[in-house]
């Protein structure tokens, strides 16, 4: 382990990096406070070294141009919340990627294994977790959480060769590439305030619901941004849903909500009666884009297809989210095009799911086990 405090041992590194074909890549970072994670560690593993860099004190541009060098594939574990800081950070989106967890979940370890389960059971290395919780701005850093840090990207290597060579035996290397693709796209890290509204849970409750919580969404979103703080450090969600579902005219309104009256800060009083005047100005009321709502029948339907979405996991070893989710399903039922009715995931599930809901094909019970069989 060798850790990197200086710009001329970064640049060194970095350079003599650039001549691999794979690197292992982590990183520890801090989003309790901020709306921007703070980024504390950078860990780079070559096959024969780990390099710990401290991005508090240097310029991380060499470690950028690794990051987006197209011939070098990064291998990572879970990576989307990695690849957020990134962004966040630097406008940067790592590739391309090789990432253990979603390459694991092709070969029947499990829809999310953590990065020491996988390394156990792949290796047999016990990774100790007990830094997990460091405060990783503070320096000097202690032994233990360097140590820690290290074992991050330790075993990536060995795990991507283990990983890779299960999945061309099992013909699945381009289904899971397929599922990596959408880590580049930019829309996963940046949310269009815009479309914040859509992020919170809510019910419809009054007209014009959704016009007002979307406009308060909407502010609280620029000024998370504007004020680098979380957003429930701005205004919680259960604040925006009282709000649009009171859609205030005057302060005595507010008032008479206990639940705004002690969790709404009074300096922002002023802009949300505003922002909820011009909701009221607008004419026409906006439409939630979420699922509709099944009838009793079709949700009997989409029961049955849950049970051999479950059937058809099992017997691929493939994890549930990977071939289906709930919301497809339903999409599906409802009529809609939906990602499995194409590639892959229409061979070993779409198909079969289309000729159930047709009722060409049964779903039975024998000897204990599903069958599935024609209806003729």
């Known amino acids: 382990m060798i850790y990197i405090d200086t710009q001329e041992e970064l640049s060194k590194i970095c350079e003599k990096l650039e001549q691999e074909e794979t690197l292992g890549f982590d990183c520890e ?12 560690l950078v860990q780079i593993a070559s096959k024969k070294h780990i390099y710990i860099i401290d991005p508090m004190r ?71 977790k007990e830094s997990k919780l460091a405060n990783w701005q503070q320096r000097p850093l202690a032994n233990a959480e360097l140590k820690y840090a290290a074992n991050d990207v330790r075993h990536l290597h060995e795990m991507h060769d283990k990983l890779s060579t299960k999945l061309e035996k099992t013909k699945r290397t381009a289904w899971v ?23 919170i849970s809510q019910n419809k409750e009054v007209d014009f619901f959704l016009n007002y919580l979307r406009a308060f969404a909407r502010y609280r979103e620029h000024l998370a941004i504007t004020q680098n703080k979380p957003r429930r450090f701005v205004l919680r969600d259960e604040v925006l849903v009282r709000l649009a579902k009171l859609q205030p005219h005057s302060q005595e309104d507010i008032n008479k909500d206990r639940v705004l009256k002690k969790l709404l800060p009074k300096n922002l009083i002023p802009a949300l009666l505003e922002i909820s005047w011009e909701a009221s100005q607008e004419k026409e009321e906006l439409v939630s884009a979420n699922k509709h709502k099944l009838t009793s029948k079709k949700e009997l339907i989409c029961d049955l297809l849950k049970l051999y979405l ?23 039922v409802h009529g809609k095009k939906v990602k499995f009715l194409s590639g892959w995931r229409y061979e070993i599930f779409g198909k079969t799911a289309e000729e159930i809901v047709a009722g060409e094909r049964l779903v039975l019970v024998e000897n204990g086990e599903i069958t599935i069989k024609p209806t003729a």
Not at 29 to 40: A, D, G, I, K, S
Not at 184 to 193: A, G, Q, S, T, W
Request: proline residues 5%.
């Open 310 to 332: 479950k059937y058809v996991s099992q017997k691929e070893k493939i994890s549930l989210k990977n071939i289906a989710k709930t919301k497809d399903i339903e999409s599906f």
């Open 29 to 40: 970072f801090m989003r309790e406070t901020t709306f921007v994670p703070v980024l504390c």
């Open 177 to 199: 590439e397929e599922e990596v693709f959408p880590l580049y796209e930019m829309d996963n890290y940046y949310l269009d305030p815009e479309l914040a509204w859509q992020k």
């Open 58 to 128: 240097l310029d991380m541009a060499p470690v950028l141009k690794l990051l987006t060098d197209p011939r070098i594939l990064k291998v990572m574990h879970s990576c989307v919340q990695d690849m957020d800081v990134f962004f966040k950070n630097f406008s940067v989106i790592p590739n391309p990627v090789f990432d253990t967890q979603i390459a694991a979940s092709f070969l029947g370890y499990g829809d999310s294994i953590s990065y020491a389960k996988l390394v156990k059971k792949l290796t047999g290395n016990v990774i100790c």
